[in-house]
């Protein structure tokens, strides 16, 4: 079985999760909104994007990570 598989699941549901959530706060800033001040919801959005990208090494000390988690939840 591929825990890949479940782990984009997961990832998915966690972005549509603070998709809401930001949303929500533009929804909430919406009326003070000027048309001077204006800010797209799609440009809120890739305001609160994380800037650094995961580097090559982090994602193998990620991966050793699930395999050591997997490797004590299924048992063979």
């Known amino acids: ?3 890949r598989i479940g782990l984009r699941q ?3 549901i966690l972005e549509k999760d603070i998709e809401e959530k ?6 909430a800033i919406y009326p003070n909104m000027k048309q001077d001040t204006f800010i797209s919801f799609t440009e809120f959005k890739e305001m609160h994007k994380p800037q650094k990208k995961v580097a090559q090494s ?3 000390r990620i991966d050793k ?6 490797a004590g939840v299924v048992r063979k």
């Open 22 to 27: 930001l949303w929500s706060k533009w929804l």
């Open 10 to 12: 997961v990832f998915y």
């Open 65 to 70: 990570m699930v395999d050591g988690i997997r």
């Open 1 to 3: 079985m591929d825990y």
């Open 58 to 60: 982090d994602k193998k």
